[in-house]
């Protein structure tokens, strides 16, 4: 008896959309609005404007974060909500988010939307998915600095419990793949266990498809039933995979890139084995890792001034990534040290140019053969002691052919 308005950006099913007073979905056939690709608060920012005018303004931090956090596409309206989004946010007049700013590290930084993808959205994430969700609400919405603070903490701890419990996942499901999946008869990953945490095995499965490009879905089990995340590279469409093995699903929903599943154990094998016959009808370019190179440089090309000015095309995400350059002839003049458990930190040159770059810490690159290399990389500016320097962010480093 209730008026339901449903706000959804997902992919409508073949069935059509589930009865309601009102659906705000920009899927729907008949719906003329020119651009698809907002994320759920990004919808609700846009009923929000047609509500209460430009008070809506007001709410585009959280629309920013959403955007990034949901990985949509950062083109046309989303790449201007995620850059004005960033100048709220840089108000620090939530008192939530400024506790969770302050609490994350980067209090007094020029917030980007790597910030919200990577450390602002993660600890907001953690609750719904280690716990409950009504702590991040509250964080959102309270306007004492106290009570802020305190539940700021709460999340950070969330947080990191939610990183223990991804890594040992994480583990398991990659013994898992190693134990099950033979790559020559199979282009999805698909793995699944009893006792994994439902809300890891998003994250679980974009790591895996990090590790060894390729689709994958991890599958949680409890008993007889499961609920699985599905993750995909670049080119392969998720979406139209679970649909043509639907009749092994309990139910599916989601994006080309990204969906979710509900599945009977009994049913699992039928599944891997129908989702790779999709698969294996695919173009074998679907399923090859690729580097959009912009353009080739020298290192005597690259400067901190180069790199501010590519800040004027952010900000970067889904759809609109960080720009990739190229460079060849290179070799290792400091070989790499550990920065963190997962990042690398070691220094090359061109004969003309030497610069610092970070590389993830399980790249398999053979580092007997430290010349006549070629990298592919993004720029970033780091900041020690008050002093600005490039970095390179490595994407790939190999053996020039």
């Keep these: 008896g209730m008026t339901v308005i449903v706000i959804d950006h997902h992919q409508i ?36 404007q047609a509500l209460i005018g430009e008070s809506a303004f007001e709410l585009m931090d959280l629309a920013a974060l959403s955007t990034i956090c949901d990985v949509a596409p950062l083109l046309d309206e989303n790449r201007i ?22 609490i994350s590290g980067i209090e007094g930084k020029e917030l980007t ?54 890594r040992q996942v994480l583990k398991e499901a990659i013994i898992e793949v190693e134990r099950t999946i033979n790559f020559n008869r199979e282009r999805v990953i698909v793995v699944g266990k009893e006792g994994w945490h439902e809300g890891v095995i998003g994250i679980v499965a974009q790591r895996l498809v990090d590790r060894f490009q390729r689709p994958s879905v991890v599958i949680a089990f409890d008993g007889t039933s499961g609920k699985g995340s599905c993750r995909s590279v670049k ?31 009994e049913k699992l094998a039928a599944f891997r084995a129908g989702i790779n016959e999709f698969a294996m009808a695919q173009p074998d370019e679907n399923f090859k890792k690729s580097h959009a190179v ?5 290192f005597s090309d690259v400067s901190a001034v180069f790199v501010k000015e590519l800040t004027l095309l952010d900000a970067h995400g889904a759809g609109n990534p960080k720009p990739l350059f190229r460079t060849q002839n290179l070799s290792v003049k400091r070989r790499p040290e550990r920065l963190s458990p997962t990042k690398l930190k070691l220094t090359l040159s061109d004969g003309a140019a030497t610069f610092d770059a970070h590389m993830p810490a399980d790249n398999p690159f053979d580092w007997d053969n430290d010349n006549n290399l070629e990298a592919i990389y993004s720029l970033k500016i780091d900041t020690f002691q008050g002093m600005e320097f490039v970095v390179l962010d490595l994407k790939e480093l190999k053996q020039q052919s």
């Design 81 to 102: 909500l995620v850059r004005e989004g960033l100048q709220v946010l840089s108000q620090r007049k939530r008192p939530g988010m400024h506790a969770l700013i302050k």
């Design 235 to 265: 080119n392969f469409p998720f979406h139209h995979a679970l649909a043509a093995c639907a009749d092994h699903l309990q139910s599916f929903g989601g994006h080309a890139q990204a969906a979710g599943l509900q599945i009977k154990l």
């Design 113 to 166: 939307s790597r910030h919200l993808g990577f450390l602002l959205g993660p600890r907001i994430n953690a609750a719904g998915r280690m716990n409950a969700p009504d702590i991040a609400l509250r964080l959102l919405l309270t306007p004492f600095e106290k009570e802020a603070r305190s539940l700021a903490s709460v999340l950070d701890e969330e947080n990191k419990a939610r990183q223990r419990e991804e």
């Design 294 to 298: 912009e353009l080739d440089l020298r």
């Design 13 to 48: 099913p073949s069935q059509g959309p589930a009865p309601a007073s009102a659906i705000l979905n920009p899927f729907q056939a008949e719906c003329s609005y020119p651009f698809k690709g907002l994320s759920a608060a990004g919808l609700a920012f846009k009923l929000s």
